[in-house]
């Protein structure tokens, strides 16, 4: 079968069409004001991310829309304005009454990375406070692990987290005129102090928090006095713990935060919301911090408009990485903590499977400060879900659209701003007023903007049971599911090239949104299989806890059921199968050439694990290697022969001497989380073996290939390597 789109300049301009289409990361509601006629408006302010593959980096733009409302109905909405490009703006924040706005910057000052924090006001910059040379922190995080910019309710205040100030170095060998005892450092004679040095402490290793958090070490919490331009670090926070995700306790009285503990040392926290850390407060009179809930592992703590409640996630410590979340309410005043929805081992017969989102919106309480709005994964679908914190009744918003995916920006004042997309049609901008309680399914969604709908791609949700062999015998009768695209208008008798991918984690999902490559690889002429084995998040706890242990086999059988099921059906070609995986995806990619020889006509793998007993001594989270392959964890935990054996006999390199399919690897040069050694064992393996193998080096990159030049130049290499050893 000759492929819609084959040559290299078709793919490219393809590709190039499609990453046009831009994702929304954010949205705020201003306040609500009355026009002079007496109708009630607010303005939306949202912000994009777009691939520019000229400029070669993603770009992130705002634009702005009107809403009038009469607070339970939209009555007309619409654009205000063009986009406008972003730039250097690493957090950004109005005050709770829309009158101000606080930016933290980093710009290049005369070759220098500087960070300023400022202060707008009307149509000024009332402050820019140069936030390098004062010198009292470190760089100001601005990931969403850790990273915040909170106005006190008060609006004279903000609060940051930035890394803790280290004393400066010099080796005992520097003289007092180079060390600039004696110099002329303008900002440090500006900010009024010359710094404490400390010798011999050049070469110190610093741990930091793992992947995608390089450099970030020991997070400490900053306020500035916005009138006394005075920036200070919050004392009392214990020694072991590393804050995060703050912000200010009802009126003003304190900080709230999430503190993960790092001792003995840190493991990787990126995916890893299983990692010790607890709800504490810190006084800001007396510096007393206390502990809000148990030492289990806990984010996203939310504020009711009220001020009287929290809301928060918590799992278990260790285990899988990701599992399904409990959401938790702590009362201010009583000082009582509820769990509000618990784990669920099965997906309910209301169609409720369980909380697997790794964040809460930063706005996610009703007005009336009694419900919560979560977005999360239910089987291969994103819904967003209303918990009523009183009863625990949870109500889908969303399950019944023929939108694939939603997710939730923002909710002020009961006006919902939210993202939804499908596998065939990029994301666009809903908004809608939240429902009394009980009529929640009534909801009226009112698009903004709306997204090029792509007819040519057809997609399905497929559902598979195990055949009786494969049923876990501790966790019976789990299902599992996989979303299938397929080019539409296929002639009849065509059969398909079929492309596998199972997704990484193990504990994760793909969910029915939209997938640039996948998207483009259909419109190509592929179908492409997205498989949720059991293991996946959204399916229950129970499906989750059935694969640590089995993998590399449970996952991959799961992966191969899939596929053979969709063979039978008759419109793909059983000789025409080739496997794409990232990650614990690469894993299975790995081990699926290996176990199924002659099946797979070529193989692509991003950062794969490729051998757990060679991964654990390198990666940033060594606990994965051992749960996944069944052993218990804790930081004592001693490597021992036979945990190294058992961890062997489950990785992919086992099998490599069976390997026939053409493999090609893309890996990232700055990659924590699957040291790029796992590839480059792997390569060699096939060298000597000489299967065909290419390897694709991206400098600058780390796990997630997710650079502009990695992401294209890497699509394009997998579509070539493909139709190539497809004989497309
Ligand atoms: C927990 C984790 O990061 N596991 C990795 C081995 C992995 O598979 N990561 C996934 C989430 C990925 O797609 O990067």
Redesign the pocket.
């Known amino acids: 079968m000759d492929l819609k789109v084959s040559s290299p300049k078709e793919i490219a301009k393809l590709y190039r069409e499609q990453s046009h289409f831009s994702s929304l990361s954010r949205a705020d509601v201003g306040p609500v004001i009355t026009s002079q006629y007496g109708g009630k408006y607010n303005n939306i302010s949202t912000e994009w991310t777009q691939r520019d593959l000229e400029r070669n980096e993603i770009v992130t733009f705002c634009r702005q829309y009107i809403v009038f409302h009469d607070d339970k109905l939209i009555v007309y909405s619409g654009p205000s304005g063009n986009c406008t490009e972003i730039k250097g703006e690493l957090l950004s924040q109005d005050s709770p009454s829309g009158e101000m706005k606080a930016v933290v910057r980093e710009c290049s000052i005369k070759g220098e990375e500087k960070q300023f924090l400022e202060i707008w006001h009307k149509n000024s910059k009332i402050k820019s406070l140069n936030l390098t040379a004062l010198k009292k922190h470190g760089k100001v995080y601005e990931d969403e692990q850790f990273g915040c910019l909170v106005w006190s309710h008060s609006e004279t205040h903000l609060l940051y987290v930035a890394e803790k100030k280290r004393p400066k170095a010099e080796s005992y060998f520097q003289s007092e005129s180079e060390s600039g005892l004696l110099g002329d450092d303008e900002d440090v004679i500006k900010a009024g102090k010359q710094e404490d040095t400390v010798k011999g402490n050049q070469f110190v290793y610093y741990e930091d928090w793992g992947e995608a958090l390089v450099s970030k070490s020991t997070p400490t919490l900053c306020i500035l006095d916005i009138e006394g331009n005075n920036v200070s670090v919050l004392e009392g926070v214990p020694e072991d713990i590393s804050p995060g995700q703050a912000f200010w306790a009802p009126n003003d009285t304190g900080v709230v935060f999430v503190g993960w503990s790092h001792e003995p040392f840190r493991l990787g926290l990126?995916?890893?919301p299983n990692r010790r850390s607890s709800l504490f407060y810190v006084d800001l009179t007396g510096g007393k911090c206390e502990k809000l809930s148990d030492s289990t592992a806990v984010c996203s703590p939310r504020l009711s408009p009220d001020h009287c409640r929290i809301v928060y996630f918590e799992c278990d410590v260790y285990g899988p990485?990701q599992q399904c979340n409990k959401l938790c309410m702590y009362d201010w005043y009583t000082k009582k903590t509820s769990v509000v929805v618990d784990v669920v081992k099965r997906g309910r017969e209301d169609g409720f499977t369980g909380i697997y989102s790794s964040m809460l919106s930063h706005q996610c309480w009703s007005a009336d400060s009694q419900r919560v709005l979560i977005s999360s994964p239910q089987r291969s679908r994103k819904d967003i879900l209303v918990v009523d914190t009183s009863t625990g009744q949870v109500t889908s918003l969303t399950s019944k659209s023929d939108m694939g995916s939603w997710s939730l920006l923002t909710i002020h004042r009961d006006l919902m701003v939210v993202s939804c997309s499908s596998p065939n049609c990029p994301p666009s901008l809903r908004v809608g007023f939240l429902p009394a309680s009980g009529s929640e399914e009534e909801v009226s969604w009112v698009t903004l903007e709306d997204a090029q709908m792509q007819p040519e791609i057809d997609w399905q949700i497929l559902t598979f049971t195990p055949p009786p062999e494969e049923d876990n015998k501790q966790y019976p009768g789990l299902d599992f599911e996989a979303i299938l695209l397929k080019p539409k208008d296929v002639k009849e008798g065509t059969k398909l090239p079929v492309i596998v991918k199972p997704?990484?984690?193990?504990h994760?999902v793909i969910v029915t949104e939209w997938l640039l490559s996948s998207a483009v690889l259909c419109r190509m002429g592929f179908g492409v299989l997205h498989v949720n084995y059991r293991g996946s998040l959204g399916y229950g706890q129970d499906s989750i806890f059935s694969l640590p242990g089995n993998i590399g086999t449970q996952d991959v059988k799961d992966v191969q059921f899939a596929v053979e099921s969709i063979l039978k059906r008759g419109d793909f070609d059983r000789e025409k199968v080739a496997v794409i995986g990232?990650?614990?995806?690469g894993f299975l990619a790995c081990h699926l050439i290996g176990q199924y020889p002659d099946f797979y006509k070529a193989c692509v793998v991003l950062n794969p694990?490729t051998n757990l007993a060679s991964m654990i001594g390198s990666t940033d989270?060594p606990d994965?290697c051992t749960v996944e392959a069944g052993c218990d964890y804790n930081t004592n935990t001693m490597l021992s022969s036979s945990m190294l054996e058992q961890m062997l006999n489950k990785s992919p390199i086992k099998h490599v001497t069976q390997v026939k399919a053409p493999v090609l690897l893309t890996l990232g040069a700055k990659d924590k989380?699957?040291p790029n050694k796992q590839g480059i064992e792997y390569y060699k393996a096939l060298k000597a073996l000489q299967v065909p193998v290419r390897l694709l080096w991206y400098p600058g990159n780390n796990?997630?290939l997710s650079k502009v030049d990695a992401e294209s130049d890497g699509f394009m290499n997998i579509a070539l390597w493909i139709i190539q050893h497809l004989n497309l």
């Open positions: 990126k995916h890893c990485h997704h990484g984690g193990p994760s990232g990650s614990h995806g694990v989270i994965w989380r699957v796990h997630s």
